[in-house]
């Protein structure tokens, strides 16, 4: 069930017409959003409700056992991790890890056959299982740090824990900022259901019209259909991935968002324009705020940050970036995606180079190109296929347009994603245009072009990208 479909659609309508009645009382709040959440995740295949149900009970009674047992909270604090990651490893990792330890026994010249021995069940990827892992994660973290009190509740638990709108892509929403709003019943006033309308119109925009316009000619590209492969055609080709990606994934945050807001509750920012950077480390304070919080918090500060050096300072940024890339996928390319990023921060770090620019805009189509380059291996099917595609944009190969004439349509689209971001631009910092914009109410005339745009403009419905993660 993905927000773009006619089944969504008649579940978020029960939803909302039964949550003022059911939402008011606690217990009954808490039952419903559970029940609800259960029903919609359930949807996909009810039996990843076992993974989830498994999951957050480990992470329930570890808690409560950290706060009650303090000569034993160290281990139930090691029993939540230990449960969390290793159904994580199980599930996610099994065949990568299975897959490396071939390869480097191939190395030697002996053969072992680890991958077709692995469970059948263990090969199927729960939905969103990296999402509700390090939300639930967090929770038993911040108790064990004493940051937060243990719930008492279990189905105030699962209500954070299994949050519908959140619950397969995110944002992570930590349970220090969730679970008091949890606690009470807000009605939301006039502006509040607004921006909740314009979130999630424009995120169901940047889903239908960018996003599923641009992935006919990015999967054909990657699929080795179309008959173009110069240097030219590589170019469009990642520079649209790199605003499909994000309109997908950001759109779908927006919704999240959307959906939360008109039930009276906050989701902090996920996405704030992270093509307008003008350095690699404001990209990542930009692109998907929730997980790169998440690792600075839990990873990069717990491991003693910056605070112990240079050099460690660079060996745990390296070790909390290409575990960021291992959590988006178990292959290669992810880390691979990694490690570039990891090479490009320590050289800006070191250099400090963005610095000397700041004041220039030439900084973000820089920084742009760097995000591009990285996204070849987090798009591409292996290792070689990175390579080779990465080869083409840099050596020039062939000066054909014709592309452009086939791909009109998505070059459009693409131009209007560029053109937004432009516009936004232009908004943050030019004051002038920022008083022009909120005197005009150009977001009743926006959200109508956005809502006209889905139901004529949509392109063919896609499962959103970060599903499979």
């Not at 880390?335 to 000397?356: D, G, N, S, Y």
Request: positive net charge; proline residues 2%.
């Amino acid at each position: 069930m993905i927000f773009n479909s006619i089944e969504f659609l008649l579940f978020a309508i029960s939803f909302f017409l039964l949550w003022p009645f059911l939402g008011k009382r606690q217990l009954t709040r808490w039952a419903f959003i559970t029940g609800a959440s259960f029903f919609f995740y359930g949807w996909w295949d009810w039996r990843f409700l076992f993974l989830i149900l498994a999951s957050g009970l480990i992470d329930y009674f570890c808690a409560l056992a950290i706060e009650n047992r303090p000569k034993k909270r160290k281990l139930f604090f090691v029993l939540s991790l230990v449960g969390n990651l290793g159904a994580l490893s199980v599930f996610k990792y099994s065949k990568f890890f299975a897959t490396v330890l071939e390869d480097g026994f191939a190395q030697f010249n002996y053969q072992i056959d680890l991958v077709e021995k692995i469970p059948e069940f263990a090969l199927i990827l729960p939905v969103g299982i990296s999402f509700y892992t390090f939300q639930s994660l967090s929770y038993t973290i911040d108790v064990y740090r004493g940051r937060l009190k243990a719930t008492r509740n279990i189905l105030h638990f699962f209500s954070y824990l299994s949050m519908f709108p959140q619950l397969v892509a995110g944002p992570i929403i930590r349970a220090k900022d969730f679970l008091a709003q949890l606690n009470r019943y807000r009605i939301t006033n006039a502006i509040e259901k607004w921006n909740a309308i314009k979130m999630i119109a424009f995120g169901l925009f940047q889903k239908m019209v960018i996003a599923d316009n641009l992935s006919l000619f990015i999967d054909s590209a990657f699929e080795g259909k179309s008959g173009f492969d110069g240097t030219g055609y590589w170019w469009l080709v990642m520079v649209a991935f790199s605003f499909q990606i994000y309109a997908d994934f950001s759109g779908y945050s927006l919704i999240a968002r959307g959906l939360s807001k008109y039930m009276g509750y906050h989701f902090r920012m996920n996405f704030n324009h992270p093509y307008l950077s003008k350095s690699l480390r404001e990209f990542w304070t930009r692109w998907h705020i929730s997980l790169s919080t998440w690792f600075r918090d839990y990873v990069y500060i717990a491991l003693g940050g910056s605070q112990r050096g240079v050099v460690m300072g660079l060996i745990v940024l390296a070790i909390t970036m290409m575990l960021s890339g291992l959590w988006h996928g178990a292959k290669y390319t992810f880390l691979m995606w990694a490690a570039i990023h990891v090479v490009l921060l320590i050289f800006e770090r070191l250099t400090k180079w963005t610095r000397l620019f700041r004041k220039s805009p030439l900084l973000i189509p820089i920084i742009f190109i760097q995000a591009t380059v990285a996204w070849v291996y987090f798009r591409a099917e292996n290792m070689d296929q990175g390579h080779g595609i990465v080869k083409k944009l840099f050596t020039y190969n062939g000066s054909e347009l014709e592309f452009s004439r086939v791909y009109f349509d998505s070059i459009f689209f693409l131009g209007l994603a560029i053109l937004i971001e432009v516009m936004v631009y232009f908004r943050k910092n030019y004051t002038q245009i920022k008083i022009w914009y909120w005197r005009s109410n150009l977001d009743i005339v926006l959200v109508s072009l956005a809502i006209i745009s889905i139901l004529f403009l949509r392109g063919e419905g896609k499962q959103f990208i970060y599903f499979q993660f």
